[in-house]
């Protein structure tokens, strides 16, 4: 079957062994694999959340801090068996608190056959749709058994970036049309009782130095066309790896000013839910502040809504 799974729509003929874009080919190609403590709290849980890093990506970004395997497609065919098997060993040994599928869209039909089996015996975990925002709403459609939360950025409001930076045509269309649908399917972020994700949208923005108006424009977008309720979770972390180095403004960390402003964007369009990362953190999972300033229980406050 001719692939059109995410915006690009190769149609590339991958049972047969043609590649696409992508160069994902027939078999899910995993990179690794394990309990991940790096996301926002209740994607965490205590257990961490069972992450699958997949090979491969629909995009191409010139700072990827994962260019070895999404570039260079380095990790393991796995199949379906053994994609089960580590779907199985996730919930059943480690007891993390949902399956996160990273970077998942070249492999959705392979992923859906690999946990049926499981589902039939009763083992589920939510899953996790951790993505780029390169997406198709009719792929997150089809597959929207595998999309129980979205983790999903909004990385640009410029095409032109987009293409500059990640190789992305019509990224700006794509993201905002599945970050609406997403929105529209799943609604608010909802928690269980020790405070795991089981349900709803994280929007996340991470900020680009020279581009952080882009930052501020998703978030206004996203407050008028979706809700100021999206949990949101601002991202200080960007790195000039692989060869952004080379290629201005790519090439230096986020300025104070550039990430105060998105941040107070953030705080100005309404939003109230969500995490906004330490200045100069360089580790996702190592300062995201997220005090609940309003409630009490359930949802966290951004850092200057208090
Ligand atoms: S998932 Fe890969 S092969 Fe399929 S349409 Fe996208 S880039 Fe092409």
């Known amino acids: 079957m001719p ?13 047969s062994g043609n590649a696409g874009f992508c160069r994902a080919g027939r078999l899910p190609r995993v990179f690794r694999w394990g309990p991940h403590f790096g996301e926002e709290p209740p994607i965490c849980g205590d257990g961490g959340s069972g992450a699958v890093f997949f090979s491969r990506c629909t995009m191409k970004c010139i700072y990827c801090q994962n260019s070895p395997w999404s570039w260079r497609g380095e990790g393991r065919d796995v199949s379906e068996d053994e994609l089960a ?6 919930a059943v040994r480690r007891r993390c608190a949902n399956w996160n599928l990273v970077s998942p869209t070249p492999y959705l039909p392979q992923i859906r056959a690999a946990v049926r089996p499981l589902l039939a015996e009763g ?16 792929t997150l459609s089809e597959y929207r058994d595998l999309c129980d939360i979205a983790l999903i950025d909004l990385r640009y409001s410029s095409n032109a970036t987009a293409l500059a930076a990640s190789s992305a045509p019509g990224y700006v269309e794509a993201a905002r049309a599945s970050v609406k649908h997403l929105w529209n399917t799943l609604g608010p972020l ?3 009782d020790p405070g795991r994700a089981t349900r709803g949208v994280i929007v996340r923005l991470l900020v680009l130095p ?3 108006d882009e930052a501020i424009e998703s978030l206004a977008w996203l407050a008028a066309e979706c809700s100021p309720s999206v949990h949101v979770s601002v991202m200080s972390q960007y790195a000039p790896a692989f060869i952004a180095s080379e290629r201005p403004p790519f090439d230096r960390v986020v300025t104070e000013d550039e990430y105060e402003r998105v941040a107070d964007a953030a705080a100005d369009f309404g939003f109230e839910r969500g995490w906004v990362q330490g200045f100069g953190s360089r ?16 949802a966290v406050g951004l850092r200057g809504c208090d």
């Open 283 to 298: 580790d996702a999972s190592s300062d995201l502040v997220g005090e609940n300033m309003a409630s009490g229980e359930g």
């Open 85 to 90: 098997a580590i779907f199985r060993d996730l």
């Open 3 to 15: 692939c059109e799974l995410c915006p690009r729509r190769c149609m590339a003929d991958r049972q």
């Open 123 to 138: 083992i589920r975990l939510p899953f996790v749709f951790n993505s780029s925002g390169y997406e198709r709403p009719e």
């Open 210 to 212: 020279g581009h952080a």
């Open 190 to 192: 909802d928690s269980d």
